[in-house]
């Protein structure tokens, strides 16, 4: 699978942005999908996760509350809404995905997928 994100851009605190995330070839729903962060300097972080079981999507305690992931099988596309920004959620998004079937605690850690896509750029100004 590729995946191919976008959405990202420059908005002022407390504003929303919706992240998509494209997947080309076999429908996301074959995979654990993702969506991780990384700010400069620092490591890339866990941001949300789903399984498609129906007891998902798993969050960030950070964005819990604020982002919500969810998929749209016409597209074959995964969204992350992003609410109520800050300007700690200054990043870039990376969607992700895992055909490892991890567990929920292995959602968490980024070896566990194989297919990334390129990352957009998301600025929140104070």
């Known amino acids: 699978v590729q995946l191919q994100a976008s959405g990202g851009g420059l908005v002022q605190a407390g504003g929303s942005l919706r992240l998509s995330c494209t997947a080309s070839?076999?429908?996301?729903?074959?995979?654990?999908m993702a969506w991780w962060r990384q700010a400069p300097g620092k490591v890339r972080e866990f941001v949300s996760a789903n399984n498609w079981s129906g007891r998902g999507p798993y969050y960030a305690d950070s964005v819990k509350g604020r982002f919500t992931m969810s998929g749209a099988d016409d597209e074959n596309t995964v969204f992350l809404q992003m609410n109520s920004l800050a300007p700690e959620d200054t990043a870039v998004y990376y969607c992700?995905?895992?055909?490892?079937?991890?567990?929920?605690?292995?959602?968490?850690?980024?070896?566990?997928?194989?297919?990334w896509g390129q990352g957009t750029q998301v600025t929140v100004s104070s």
């Open positions: 992700a995905a895992s055909s490892s079937r991890p567990t929920i605690a292995q959602m968490r850690t980024t070896r566990q997928y194989q297919r």
């Open positions: 070839g076999r429908t996301f729903r074959s995979y654990v």
